[in-house]
Nanobody, 124 residues
Framework: QVQVVESGGGLVQAGGSLRLSCTTS????????MGWFRQAPGKEREGVSC????????YYADSVKDRFTISRDNAKNTLYLQMNSLKPEDTAMYYC?????????????????WGQGTQVTVSS
């Protein structure tokens, strides 16, 4: 059974930084597009960022551009999300997910494997 596990969430003050990590098992990590999504209470799930198999192509939601950086290490089966200049509106549960193919803006419907999420809370 494929497992996707996020880590690195926590409580941080506005303007601070966090780095999320996501590891997978029983998944050919290098063969999958990987993405980060988030969902705040009472809001719809939002695609934050995704990255192609090789890492050459990335997508960022407008709300996180120039603040977040997605990267991957295929040798370690690990996906990262470096989050800088965090804002209270970034507070959400962050999910890692895997998809078999890439589409512009990385729609969630493409992603078949999901983690349980890691909570990010940004205080003002």
């Amino acid at each position: 059974q494929v497992q996707v596990v996020e880590s690195g969430g926590g409580l941080v003050q506005a303007g601070g930084s966090l780095r999320l990590s996501c590891t997978t098992s029983r998944l050919r990590f290098g063969d999958h597009v990987m993405g980060w999504f988030r969902q705040a209470p009472g809001k719809e799930r939002e695609g934050v960022s995704c990255i192609t198999h090789s890492g050459r192509t990335t997508y960022y939601a407008d709300s996180v551009k120039d603040r977040f950086t997605i990267s991957r290490d295929n040798a370690k089966n690990t996906l990262y999300l470096q989050m800088n200049s965090l804002k209270p509106e970034d507070t959400a549960m962050y999910y890692c997910a895997a998809a078999a193919f890439y589409s512009v803006s990385c729609p969630a419907r493409n992603f078949g494997y999901w983690g349980q999420g890691t909570q990010v809370t940004v205080s003002s």
